[in-house]
Nanobody
Framework: VQLQASGGGLVQAGGSLRLSCLTS????????MGWFRQAPGKEREFVAA????????EYSDSVKGRFTVSRDDAKNTVYLQMNSLKSEDTAVYSC????????????????????WGQGTQVTVSS
């Protein structure tokens, strides 16, 4: 499966953005989908994930209550709605796809995913 993230940009603190990740190839509905981010000089970190069924979601503590992950299997797309953005949310955001059964632990780890898309830059000005 191939993935392409979009929707990033420059926004003021307190603003909102919605990222999209369009996938191509078969089997989207069978993939767990995740969002990760990497800020300059920092390691890639988990942001949010949604199970293949859409029935389970997971968020990092830093975004819980502000970000919402969702999926539209008819459009082969996963979304990340980001509200109340903070300067510390500035990073390159990437989406990833991982086949298999949903595991709350595994879905937060980079090795839980087999395919990655190019990232989209999110910059939050304070």
């Amino acid at each position: 499966v191939q993935l392409q993230a979009s929707g990033g940009g420059l926004v003021q603190a307190g603003g909102s953005l919605r990222l999209s990740c369009l996938t191509s190839g078969r089997g989207f509905s069978s993939y767990n989908m995740g969002w990760f981010r990497q800020a300059p000089g920092k390691e890639r970190e988990f942001v949010a994930a949604i199970s293949w069924s859409g029935g389970d979601t997971e968020y990092s503590d830093s975004v819980k209550g502000r970000f919402t992950v969702s999926r539209d299997d008819a459009k082969n797309t996963v979304y990340l709605q980001m509200n109340s953005l903070k300067s510390e949310d500035t990073a390159v955001y990437s989406c990833a796809a991982g086949p298999g059964l949903y595991s709350r632990r595994l879905i937060t780890m980079t090795y839980g995913y087999s395919s990655w898309g190019q990232g989209t830059q999110v910059t939050v000005s304070s």
